[in-house]
């Protein structure tokens, strides 16, 4: 089989969405597969999250909607058996379905979390004459719709669609990430992603407020960038608040993102939703246990005893925290090996691949529906 896998943005700034395109494309390869990606060259200032043979880089498009010609001039002139389009309301997931279909091929949509109803909120009119107008047929012809988890695949069908629906989660490159747990010289506290209020990172430093004396000897460590007057409230507040021990690293990649992820005792995520949350398998997989707003689809945390999934408000978040600190460093190293072991065996990049085999296996080739595959 021969599949293409498109994507807008591959850089480092674009973030979960080409990490994990890249690992699924990878894992792939790795089992045989013929799979390449297209997608634009990085803005100014960014980067590619990874460079391999199988990328086919165009130039970079300031268009609001990523509309370039190029992009259907390479679909147009490069024709495969199978094409996979990752994100919706731009121009690469419009132009892959209609080429696909005048091809005759199928094709897959993976929505990227953008079909939540806290992301439809933003900008619904324009959204919603897009669905009417183009995206609701594309969601209609597909193949498959690909969903990173469950409560994904929920708010699909509430759009009113019937395709089928793969639910199939991001994968976690755990062989250059994972390392023993081991002691940390003190308590700490992290947040890791986009700075954007949407994130609610402020209920963070308002726990850590509320805990008061009982994290002197502690550090809240946030790393990241993106909005920078979201960033100057959050140092803001910190200093109203007179916090002496809140650290913003800024932004963070390669070995000083996993260095930093591996300084943590815990991690926290405050977001009202994530469609997946890469950062959490990332932090697992290092050892890392996570305590993460029930925005998140991590239920897994509580099921398997390497963090706490919660109601995403000050005072649960506070009384978390504290549980967090108060934990045995033995127990916090037991849920760590907790949190390793959920990683290796359902989101690694070899059990992630396979599956999505067995997924191209069934739409290409007639196989065995697979059971991850709801109808």
Same mark, same amino acid.
């Given at each position: 089989?021969?599949?293409?896998?498109?994507?807008?943005?591959?850089?480092?700034?674009?973030?979960?969405?080409?990490?994990?395109?890249?690992?699924?494309?990878?894992?792939?390869?790795?089992?045989?597969?013929?799979?390449?990606?297209?997608?634009?060259?990085?803005?100014?200032?960014?980067?590619?999250?990874?460079?391999?043979?199988? #990328?086919?880089?165009?130039?970079?498009?300031?268009?609001?909607?990523?509309?370039?010609?190029?992009?259907?001039?390479?679909?147009?002139?490069?024709?495969?058996?199978?094409?996979?389009?990752?994100? #919706?309301?731009?121009?690469?997931?419009?132009?892959?379905?209609?080429?696909?279909?005048?091809?005759?091929?199928?094709?897959?949509?993976?929505?990227?979390?953008?079909?939540?109803?806290?992301?439809?909120?933003?900008?619904?009119?324009?959204?919603?004459?897009?669905?009417?107008?183009?995206?609701?047929?594309?969601?209609?012809? &597909?193949?498959?719709?690909?969903?990173?988890?469950?409560?994904?695949?929920?708010?699909?069908?509430?759009?009113?669609?019937?395709?089928?629906?793969?639910?199939?989660?991001?994968?976690?490159?755990?062989?250059?990430?994972?390392?023993?747990?081991?002691?940390?010289?003190?308590?700490?506290?992290?947040?890791?992603?986009?700075?954007?209020?949407?994130?609610?990172?402020?209920?963070?430093?308002?726990?850590?407020?509320?805990?008061?004396?009982?994290?002197?000897?502690?550090?809240?460590?946030?790393?990241?960038?993106?909005?920078?007057?979201?960033?100057?409230?959050?140092?803001?507040?910190?200093?109203?608040?007179?916090?002496?021990?809140?650290?913003?690293?800024?932004?963070?990649?390669?070995?000083?993102?996993?260095?930093?992820?591996?300084?943590?005792?815990?991690?926290?995520?405050?977001?009202?939703?994530?469609?997946?949350?890469?950062?959490?398998?990332?932090?697992?997989?290092?050892?890392?246990?996570?305590? &993460?707003?029930?925005?998140?689809?991590?239920?897994?945390?509580?099921?398997?005893?390497?963090?706490?999934?919660?109601?995403?408000?000050?005072?649960?978040?506070?009384?978390?925290?504290?549980?967090?600190?108060?934990?045995?460093?033995?127990?916090?190293?037991?849920?760590?090996?907790?949190?390793?072991?959920?990683?290796?065996?359902?989101?690694?990049?070899?059990?992630?691949?396979?599956?999505?085999?067995?997924?191209?296996?069934?739409?290409?080739?007639?196989?065995?529906?697979?059971?991850?595959?709801?109808?």
């Amino acid at each position: 089989m021969k599949v293409l896998h498109t994507i807008p943005g591959f850089g480092v700034s674009d973030g979960g969405p080409s990490q994990s395109v890249f690992y699924t494309v990878m894992g792939l390869q790795q089992q045989g597969v013929d799979v390449a990606i297209l997608t634009y060259q990085p803005r100014k200032g960014d980067t590619f999250v990874a460079h391999a043979s199988f #990328i086919n880089e165009l130039p970079v498009t300031a268009s609001h909607f990523a509309y370039s010609p190029l992009f259907k001039e390479f679909l147009v002139n490069h024709p495969f058996d199978l094409y996979h389009t990752q994100a #919706i309301w731009q121009y690469p997931t419009y132009i892959t379905a209609k080429i696909a279909r005048k091809n005759k091929r199928p094709y897959i949509i993976t929505p990227r979390g953008m079909i939540y109803p806290q992301a439809l909120k933003k900008s619904a009119m324009q959204k919603r004459l897009m669905y009417i107008l183009t995206l609701k047929k594309d969601l209609d012809q &597909a193949a498959v719709i690909q969903a990173t988890c469950m409560e994904e695949m929920q708010h699909i069908r509430a759009l009113g669609v019937k395709t089928p629906i793969a639910v199939i989660p991001n994968p976690v490159d755990f062989a250059v990430k994972d390392i023993p747990t081991g002691t940390k010289d003190k308590v700490r506290i992290g947040y890791l992603g986009r700075l954007h209020p949407r994130k609610n990172i402020e209920r963070l430093i308002y726990a850590w407020d509320q805990l008061g004396k009982r994290v002197n000897d502690c550090e809240l460590i946030i790393i990241g960038a993106g909005d920078d007057s979201y960033l100057q409230y959050l140092k803001n507040e910190t200093k109203r608040l007179s916090l002496n021990n809140v650290i913003f690293t800024g932004f963070l990649s390669g070995a000083e993102k996993d260095n930093a992820i591996g300084s943590l005792s815990y991690l926290v995520v405050p977001s009202d939703f994530e469609n997946f949350g890469m950062i959490i398998p990332e932090a697992l997989i290092k050892g890392v246990p996570v305590i &993460a707003s029930k925005g998140t689809p991590w239920e897994e945390l509580n099921t398997h005893h390497c963090g706490w999934w919660v109601d995403n408000d000050v005072d649960t978040l506070t009384m978390t925290i504290e549980t967090a600190i108060n934990i045995p460093e033995d127990q916090r190293k037991e849920m760590g090996r907790n949190g390793q072991k959920l990683i290796k065996e359902n989101y690694s990049v070899e059990v992630v691949a396979k599956k999505m085999i067995r997924l191209y296996d069934w739409i290409l080739n007639g196989r065995a529906k697979p059971e991850f595959v709801f109808t």
